[in-house]
């Protein structure tokens, strides 16, 4: 939820503060916005995710220690999420 | 309590460990090699299993079948509460609420015990300390010297007003059917009223106790059909099922294939064809109220697959456990009492 609002205002303030820029420039700070704010639901979907997931795994861990390898390896499954978006800032 | 809380269940958390637990109770092989063994090899075979602590805890003082059954029931009251420590919100309420029918068992073990005259310290280690009851309620019950004492202990519980209302007609007939009739339907009215007109997250609880109910009705008619005893059905209806109305149920629980028939007509009936069938074979009330318990517990599991992030999985671990325990004690007491293989087999619900 944090990064998701941090992600938002870092993209927002350059617009807020130039008042009067050009069509082009204006165009890519909201293209930037745009891919900022899919990063952070992404980000937020991803924790939401963890969240379920996380929990599962360490019940699973506190009754069988031999789960480690699968329980660290479904947790952070969610979090490719996180990084196809991040893709999507480089391709714009 | 009447409310449902509303916090955060933790069902992820609770269904991953009651998973695991499921996944290492005893297997058919297991009741095989069971079956094969003498009392005393039984409680080894315990001991190198799940139930090792409680074996070892009890094996000075208990040795045979003693030390199996008190160990049973140690270890399954040790996993109940594990549950209820793991679990939070909702799930927590709805399996304090299911878990008092650990106090509805131990309320009959009193009962009879007191009834029949058993040893106080004999009636205590019967009991599963997996309800509300605390230690010194139960020990109160135990060492009651008449039935009355046993009623007056439970005043303040929520079996109370129905054993009080009961007692009249126990002193008439001297039976315990009336008082042990009154517990569990203290039982489930309380559950049923306190769960009903909650939102979401209770709506598989009350489909769970549904089956229960319509299982346990289903039961007890039978039960009455075959006793010969000349006893209203109605009387032990339990409201809260969806399957039968007291007034068919009796009909129906005279005529088997017309009882089987409706059970799977109805939307038990995709989920437990095998089972049904099994009914439809079964000879005896034994083998019927076995293949009633097998078509429970089947399910239950149905739900736990149904609904994984719900407290079912948690009701069908419950349940199952409860089967293993039984399984066990059975196996015990027939291999006790020179059982065959085969007769041991039929008392046996293997799922």
Request: net charge negative; hydrophobic share 45%.
């Amino acid at each position: 939820m944090f990064e998701f609002v941090i992600a938002f205002v870092n993209a927002i303030a350059p617009l807020l503060n130039n008042a009067a820029l050009a069509p082009a420039e204006l165009t890519g700070n909201i293209a930037t916005a745009g891919a900022a704010l899919g990063v952070g639901v992404a980000a937020l979907g991803a924790g939401v995710a963890e969240g379920g997931i996380g929990a599962a795994a360490v019940g699973a861990l506190a009754e069988d220690e031999e789960f480690f390898g699968n329980a660290i390896l479904f947790t952070v499954l969610p979090e490719t999420l996180v990084i196809l978006a991040i893709v999507v800032i480089f391709i714009i | 309590m009447n409310v449902i809380s509303r916090d955060a269940s933790n069902y992820a958390y609770v269904n991953a460990r009651v998973k695991s637990r499921r996944a290492v109770l005893f297997d058919e092989d297991d009741y095989r090699t069971l079956m094969r063994m003498g009392t005393s090899e039984i409680a080894r075979f315990l001991e190198e299993s799940e139930y090792e602590a409680e074996v070892n805890d009890l094996g000075s003082r208990f040795s045979g079948v003693d030390l199996v059954e008190y160990a049973l029931n140690r270890n399954l009251a040790k996993h109940f509460d594990d549950l209820l420590q793991w679990s939070q919100g909702t799930l927590r309420d709805l399996l304090v609420r299911y878990f008092r029918k650990f106090d509805a068992w131990n309320v009959k073990t009193a009962l009879r015990g007191v009834y029949a005259d058993t040893d106080p310290a004999e009636i205590e280690q019967d009991f599963i300390r997996a309800g509300e009851l605390d230690d010194d309620t139960l020990s109160v019950l135990a060492e009651a010297d008449e039935v009355r004492t046993v009623v007056d202990a439970l005043s303040e519980t929520l079996f109370g007003d129905a054993l009080d209302d009961a007692y009249g007609e126990y002193e008439e007939t001297n039976s315990l059917v009336p008082l042990e009739n009154a517990v569990d339907l203290a039982f489930y009215d309380r559950l049923l009223k306190q769960v009903q007109g909650t939102s979401a997250g209770t709506r598989e609880f009350v489909k769970f106790l549904q089956a229960d109910i319509d299982f346990r009705n289903v039961r007890n008619a039978v039960r009455l059909a075959r006793s010969g005893a000349n006893l209203d059905p109605a009387e032990y209806y339990i409201e809260g099922g969806r399957l039968f109305e007291p007034s068919e149920l009796d009909a129906l629980a005279d005529n088997w294939n017309e009882l089987v028939a409706r059970l799977r007509d109805s939307h038990y009936g995709n989920e437990l064809a095998d089972e049904l069938d099994e009914l439809d074979e079964a000879g005896s009330l034994i083998a019927f109220e076995h293949a009633l318990d097998a078509a429970l517990l089947s399910y239950s599991k149905h739900l736990s697959h149904v609904f994984p992030l719900s407290v079912c999985p948690v009701l069908g671990y419950v349940l199952a456990k409860e089967r293993e325990v039984d399984n066990v004690r059975a196996i015990a007491r027939g291999r006790e009492v020179g059982l065959t293989e085969e007769e041991i087999e039929e008392e046996l619900v293997i799922l």
